[in-house]
């Protein structure tokens, strides 16, 4: 089958979306279509966002290939499922654009791994995948009755099939991922590099999947849950073929990147800058060295609450206290050029004792943000405590709920974001 993945041209006007705006490399994608090119299938990989194509000229270049299916991600990439925009408008722009051209259509991400329904509703698409998505793609590609794929959601007989829970792929053995030399040269980027300038190409590579802690604020129930660690050996040829390509600089988008003395080991020396995100309560002092011999300079930490009762109604599970989380923050940055303490506002936190420990740690050189109020995204337990299950309407009920509690917003966000029904107005066809 000629089967085509898309990424839309990503437009964040009026949205809440705390991520990165840049464009990055479509991993979800990369490991789709690996995985269905090794199945026998002919892909076409669009990224619409990276080079710099209107959702029209996508459309156009997805009807010129003729596939029997089209795939469209609703949202930028992998590393920001956790927090992708709540609204639909910019897959359903191009799906619109796409009309009947692309054969079966297909959404995958966080929306339809969570509300399969309204996800339905909202794009007009013909399935959604629950869950993460290239070995569901793969069976779906193959099989001549929906009813037999698992992990999708699809209409049947003016309702709505559901064949299982969300998908968790194998990953361990994910073959290397291989990326075209212009998508590379474009992805000038390095995410959450704020050491130096970019010199040479920075990509994201992605080397465990999954998180073994269950924070109440992360989104992350419907895909991307159990923590998996990939084989060395393929993760090594694809970080070597992008060096060869000329990438300078990595970010590895795991949930939580765990301490690797192995991974760690390979990757001194080859003469790369990387960045992570994880938990500084995981990493003891000697491991912390060792992060920063092998070329980190971007460490991203979560510590969310300056209180261990904070922390614990996160249920972080969380074995340090402040003095030691912030000593560890400190000693990381003897060794890592850029660290930072991610704070998230909770109830109960003293306003000026925050301001006093980001001081603190700031006259170290370790950056602490201002505490950003949550979204209560449908995949977080935080949803579920308010209101139980996801139904069709959980991201309205989300984003009114947000929008009402919170005057400030992230910092990225200079104006208020719009309600959900005013960016999803053309969903409503």
Same mark, same amino acid.
């Given at each position: 089958?000629?089967?085509?993945?898309?990424?839309?041209?990503?437009?964040?006007?009026?949205?809440?979306?705390?991520?990165?705006?840049?464009?990055?490399?479509?991993? +979800?994608?990369?490991?789709?279509?690996?995985?269905?090119?090794?199945?026998?299938?002919?892909?076409?990989?669009?990224?619409?966002?990276?080079?710099?194509?209107?959702?029209? +000229?996508?459309? *156009?270049?997805?009807?010129?290939?003729? $596939? &029997?299916?089209?795939?469209?991600?609703?949202?930028?990439?992998?590393?920001?499922?956790?927090?992708? $925009?709540? +609204?639909?408008?910019?897959?359903?722009?191009?799906?619109?654009?796409?009309? *009947?051209? !692309?054969?079966?259509?297909?959404?995958? &991400?966080?929306?339809?791994?969570?509300?399969?329904?309204?996800?339905?509703?909202?794009? !007009?698409? *013909?399935?959604?995948?629950?869950?993460?998505?290239?070995?569901?793609?793969?069976?779906?590609?193959?099989?001549? %009755?929906?009813?037999?794929?698992?992990?999708?959601?699809?209409?049947?007989?003016?309702?709505?099939?559901?064949?299982?829970?969300?998908?968790?792929?194998?990953?361990?053995?994910? $073959?290397?991922?291989?990326?075209?030399?212009?998508?590379?040269?474009?992805?000038?980027?390095?995410?959450?590099?704020?050491?130096?300038?970019?010199? !040479?190409?920075?990509?994201?590579?992605?080397?465990? =999947?999954?998180?073994?802690?269950?924070?109440?604020?992360?989104?992350?129930?419907?895909?991307?849950?159990?923590? =998996?660690?990939? %084989?060395?050996? @393929?993760?090594?040829?694809?970080?070597?073929?992008?060096?060869?390509?000329?990438?300078?600089?990595?970010?590895?988008?795991? +949930?939580?990147?765990?301490?690797?003395?192995?991974?760690?080991?390979?990757?001194?020396?080859?003469?790369?800058?990387?960045?992570?995100q994880t938990r500084i309560d995981l990493w003891k002092p000697e491991m912390l060295e060792r992060l920063g011999r092998a070329g980190c300079v971007s460490i991203e930490a979560g510590v969310e609450s300056l209180t261990e009762s904070g922390r614990a109604a996160l249920d972080k599970a969380c074995r340090m206290d402040t003095d030691s989380l912030t000593e560890r923050l400190l000693h990381a940055r003897r060794f890592v050029p850029f660290v930072q303490a991610n704070l998230i506002r909770v109830e109960g936190d003293d306003?000026?004792?925050?301001?006093?420990?980001?001081?603190?740690?700031?006259?170290? &050189?370790?950056?602490?943000?201002?505490?950003? $109020?949550?979204?209560?995204? @449908?995949?977080?337990?935080?949803?579920?405590?308010?209101?139980?299950?996801?139904?069709?309407?959980?991201?309205?009920?989300?984003?009114?709920?947000?929008?009402?509690?919170?005057?400030?917003?992230? %910092?990225?966000?200079?104006?208020? @974001?719009?309600?959900? @029904?005013?960016?999803?107005?053309?969903?409503? =066809?």
């Amino acid at each position: 089958m000629r089967i085509a993945l898309v990424n839309p041209a990503w437009d964040f006007a009026g949205s809440i979306y705390f991520g990165c705006r840049a464009p990055h490399l479509p991993l +979800e994608l990369g490991c789709a279509k690996v995985l269905l090119e090794r199945a026998g299938h002919e892909v076409l990989m669009l990224d619409a966002h990276l080079c710099g194509l209107s959702q029209a +000229e996508a459309a *156009d270049q997805v009807a010129a290939f003729a $596939p &029997g299916m089209t795939v469209v991600t609703t949202a930028p990439t992998y590393l920001f499922w956790r927090c992708a $925009p709540p +609204e639909l408008r910019i897959p359903r722009a191009f799906l619109d654009a796409l009309g *009947d051209r !692309g054969g079966r259509t297909v959404a995958v &991400g966080p929306h339809g791994s969570a509300t399969p329904g309204a996800t339905l509703r909202k794009l !007009g698409c *013909d399935v959604a995948v629950r869950g993460e998505c290239e070995e569901v793609l793969v069976a779906l590609a193959q099989a001549e %009755d929906l009813a037999r794929v698992p992990s999708i959601a699809f209409g049947r007989d003016a309702g709505l099939q559901v064949t299982g829970g969300p998908a968790a792929a194998r990953f361990t053995d994910l $073959p290397a991922l291989h990326w075209p030399d212009d998508w590379v040269a474009r992805h000038a980027h390095h995410h959450h590099r704020f050491d130096a300038e970019p010199e !040479g190409p920075g990509a994201e590579v992605e080397a465990s =999947r999954g998180c073994p802690y269950h924070c109440t604020f992360c989104a992350k129930i419907d895909f991307r849950d159990r923590y =998996r660690r990939r %084989d060395l050996a @393929p993760l090594l040829e694809e970080i070597d073929a992008l060096r060869a390509q000329g990438v300078t600089y990595l970010y590895f988008i795991d +949930e939580i990147f765990l301490p690797d003395r192995a991974l760690l080991e390979a990757l001194t020396g080859r003469g790369l800058r990387f960045g992570v995100q994880t938990r500084i309560d995981l990493w003891k002092p000697e491991m912390l060295e060792r992060l920063g011999r092998a070329g980190c300079v971007s460490i991203e930490a979560g510590v969310e609450s300056l209180t261990e009762s904070g922390r614990a109604a996160l249920d972080k599970a969380c074995r340090m206290d402040t003095d030691s989380l912030t000593e560890r923050l400190l000693h990381a940055r003897r060794f890592v050029p850029f660290v930072q303490a991610n704070l998230i506002r909770v109830e109960g936190d003293d306003a000026a004792q925050v301001a006093e420990w980001r001081a603190t740690l700031q006259r170290g &050189g370790v950056w602490a943000n201002d505490p950003v $109020p949550l979204y209560p995204y @449908p995949s977080s337990p935080d949803y579920r405590r308010l209101w139980g299950e996801p139904d069709d309407q959980a991201w309205e009920r989300a984003h009114a709920h947000y929008l009402a509690a919170f005057d400030a917003f992230s %910092d990225i966000q200079e104006d208020r @974001p719009l309600p959900l @029904p005013a960016l999803e107005a053309a969903c409503a =066809r």
